[in-house]
Nanobody, 113 residues
Framework: QVQLVESGGGLVQAGGFLRLSCVVS????????MGWYRQAPGRQREFVAN?????NTNYADSVKGRFTISRDNAKVYLQMNNLKPEDTAVYYC?????????WGQGTQVTVST
C-alpha cells in the first residue's frame, strides 16, 4: 500500500518561512511527477507546484519567486519563503504513478499578520 506522509506545517508570521516534506512509502514501480496542492477554507483545492522526474518544475503564479520545490528519490520538499496570510491552507502532497494518483493526509500552514 502506498502512503504519503507530509510534515513541516505550522504557524508562522507573515514574511516568515516553512519547509514542507513528504515521504512516499510502499511499493511503487515508477515514481512520476510529485507535487503540492493546497486547500483554504471554503475554497477548492489548487495547484501549488510540481516537479517531474526530469527535474523540470512548475509553479502557480501566486507562489513564483517565493516557493521552491525539490525532490530526492521518494521524498519531495516545498521551501516556502516570504509567506503571506493568503498562503494559509492545508497543503497536500501528490504523487503520480501512472495509472494512479496518490495523496497525503495534508499538513496545516497558517500565516498570521
Amino acid at each position: 500500500q502506498v502512503q504519503l506522509v507530509e510534515s513541516g506545517g505550522g504557524l508562522v508570521q507573515a514574511g516568515g518561512f516553512l519547509r514542507l516534506s513528504c515521504v512516499v512509502s510502499g511499493s511503487i514501480f515508477s515514481i512520476g511527477t510529485m507535487g503540492w496542492y493546497r486547500q483554504a477554507p471554503g475554497r477548492q483545492r489548487e495547484f501549488v507546484a510540481n516537479i517531474m522526474r526530469s527535474g523540470n518544475t512548475n509553479y502557480a503564479d501566486s507562489v513564483k519567486g517565493r516557493f521552491t520545490i525539490s525532490r530526492d528519490n521518494a521524498k519531495v520538499y516545498l521551501q516556502m519563503n516570504n509567506l503571506k496570510p493568503e498562503d494559509t491552507a492545508v497543503y497536500y502532497c501528490n504523487l503520480l504513478a501512472v495509472p494512479n494518483a496518490y495523496w497525503g493526509q495534508g499538513t496545516q500552514v497558517t500565516v498570521s499578520t
